[in-house]
Every structure is written in structure tokens, then in C-alpha cells.
């Protein structure tokens, strides 16, 4: 029986690779404590490690886990920018899981949209306070709207489908288009011409803060922005003065550049010493959800399978279909 470790546990997980470990042939161990350097230790007298998108494997992790004798990490996500791909070159395999279900982060995406955009948080808190009035939620209609999509993977192409669903005009950007039936453009021509840009893309040192003061200078005033990606697509002190001066008609973010210190945590209770969340999560017109665009059932139970079957495939000899090798410069796909 193989023993895993795995990292940043939280109960949803639980269950779904409870389910798996058995057909596997796996006992599995879970810390709620992220990796780190510091924490690479208690993978001591396992074999092998399952890690998420805010655990740390950068160099010093890395050795740290080689050191006791590790010889492989499963991403169970899709994207691997917390990766030092070129340290675990001959010390760490590593392997991810691509494809879970593109639907729950597209389908996340348009609901941050329709919250944001008719205003349903606000709606919800009035309501609670026996509040009625409708004074300050008059959206607009999506239909006729023009959607840019960066990003045309599978995730950008469901979300496509599901703005054509609405009668929405589509456009796109991305270095090797896809979709057939939809507009490519530059960046700063997406931005013109959008009523909405949802960022799909992956987080890479070319897409790094994509959205920043220039291409919001560009953007159509009163676009909304959404995000579902990877925080650091966007510069937050960018977004939040495209906010504050009405270039932006509203944002939507299920992720943030600076979220490991707090995504996935209970801080109501705390004093959250990031100004930039703070302010972000104040102005009316933004919306923060905790990174769950995937949190479906459906992938949930996708996630556990793949990770568990590219561990199984280490195991056992066999090729790992979704390795990730220190050569490949895109980081995750989207």
C-alpha cells in the first residue's frame, strides 16, 4: 500500500479521495497546513505527495521533499505557477490534472457576471434588513453586450457558449485561436470593443499582470472585468484605480494576486492585514469570491480520480499522461 501525503486539506477533499484510495490500493494522510520549506517534512516515510495551488514547490521545497526521499507531486488543479518546474528537473516528477470540469469554472464565471451585474449581493444583504427598495440596482441587459474572452481553451470556449446562450456578441484573444465563428483580436482592440472581458488564460511570465494600467486606459468605460484565472493576470493597484474612476464598471474576482495567506480560510475573526483586499472587497461594485470556481461535485470527483490515477501510473511504471515537464514554458492551461 502507498502512503500520500496531502497538503492544504479541506473536508470537500476528503471525501472524494476517500472514495478513490481503496481502488488505488493508497492510504492517504491529510494536514490542513500548506506546503512549504518548513512543512515538507511531514511528508517524511511517505511516497508521494498531492499538493494545491497556493502550496508552495519552489526550490527549497523541493530539495526539502528530495531530502526525504520523495520522488513525486500531484497537482490536483490545473494550473502549476507555484512550480519551480526547472528545480524539480531530476529530483521530483510532477504531474497535474488539465482536465476536470471546464463547465464549473465558465459557469462561475457568468454567475460572478449576472451578481455583479444586477446587482444580487446587494439585493441579498437589503433584503435581510427587510430593505425592498430597488434604488441602485437597474442593470443592464446582457443580450446584444459584447463579450471578449482572453483565453480560448476549454474553459474560455464553454464560457463562449454560454454568452451565445445569452444572446451576447463574442469576441476574443489568444495566441493560437480556437474557436470557429468568433473574432479574434488584439488585447487592446478586445478592450475597446467589450462590454465584459473574462480573463481565461493561464498565468505564465507573458500573461503576468496582462491587465494592467495601460489595457484598463483602453477599456470600454463601464466594462465589467471578471476573473476566474489566476490573481496575478491582473495588477490589483491598476484594477482598483480603474474602480475608483468609474473606467471600470465593476469587477469580479474568484481569485487575487495575493491570495495564499488567505483563500480557503475562515479570517472572520481576524484583522486581515492586506490593504489592497480590503479596499477591493469595500467598493460596491466588486465582487471576491474564495478561488471556488471549481468547487462542483463533478469536478471535485474528477480531481480526486486524475490525481489519483497519474500517482497510480508513477507507481506502477507506466507514462504519466499529465506530467509536467521543466521544458514547458506555458504554466497550465486553462
Known amino acids: ?121 446587494r439585493a441579498y444583504n437589503r433584503t435581510r434588513d427587510y430593505n425592498f427598495s430597488l434604488n441602485g440596482l437597474t442593470g443592464t441587459d446582457l443580450h446584444g453586450k459584447t463579450a471578449g474572452i482572453v483565453g480560448t481553451g476549454k474553459i ?3 464560457f463562449a457558449d454560454i454568452c451565445k446562450g445569452f444572446g ?69 493597484e491598476a484594477l482598483l484605480a480603474g474602480i475608483q474612476s468609474r473606467r471600470l464598471g465593476g469587477a469580479a474576482l474568484d481569485v487575487y494576486e495575493e491570495e495564499s495567506d488567505f483563500f480557503f480560510e475562515d479570517l472572520s475573526d481576524a484583522v486581515v492585514r492586506d490593504d489592497m483586499l480590503t479596499k477591493l472587497i469595500s467598493m460596491p461594485n466588486v465582487i471576491v469570491t474564495s478561488h471556488q470556481g471549481f468547487l462542483t461535485e463533478e469536478a471535485l470527483d474528477a480531481i480526486a480520480y486524475a490525481t489519483c490515477k497519474n500517482l497510480n501510473d508513477y507507481f506502477n511504471g507506466k507514462p504519466m499522461l499529465n506530467e509536467i515537464y521543466a521544458e514547458k514554458k506555458l504554466i497550465g492551461t486553462l
Open 156 to 158: 474560455g470556449g464553454v
Open 1 to 121: 500500500m502507498r502512503k500520500i501525503c496531502l497538503y492544504d486539506a479541506k473536508s470537500y477533499d476528503k471525501i472524494h479521495f476517500e472514495k478513490y484510495k481503496a481502488q488505488f490500493d493508497f492510504s492517504i494522510e491529510y494536514f490542513e497546513t500548506k506546503l512549504n520549506p518548513h512543512t515538507a517534512m511531514l511528508a517524511a516515510g511517505r511516497d508521494a505527495v498531492v499538493v494545491f495551488v497556493n502550496d508552495s514547490l519552489n526550490a527549497d521545497a523541493i530539495d526539502a521533499l528530495f531530502r526525504e526521499g520523495i520522488g513525486v507531486a500531484a497537482l490536483r488543479c490545473s494550473g502549476y505557477n507555484n512550480v519551480d518546474c526547472e528545480a524539480a528537473a531530476g529530483k521530483l516528477r510532477l504531474a497535474r490534472v488539465p482536465d476536470y470540469s471546464p463547465y464549473s469554472v465558465a459557469e462561475h464565471a457568468m454567475a460572478l457576471l449576472l451578481t455583479l451585474n444586477r446587482r444580487i449581493h
Open 168 to 236: 451576447m456578441n463574442v469576441c476574443a484573444h489568444d495566441i493560437a485561436p480556437t474557436l470557429p465563428d468568433v473574432e479574434y483580436l488584439s488585447l487592446m482592440d478586445l478592450c475597446r470593443k467589450s462590454d465584459v472581458i473574462s480573463l481565461h488564460c493561464p498565468l505564465t511570465p507573458d500573461t503576468y499582470h496582462l491587465i494592467n494600467e495601460e489595457t484598463i486606459a483602453e477599456v470600454k468605460r463601464g466594462a465589467y472585468l471578471i476573473n476566474t484565472s489566476r490573481g496575478a493576470l491582473l495588477d490589483s
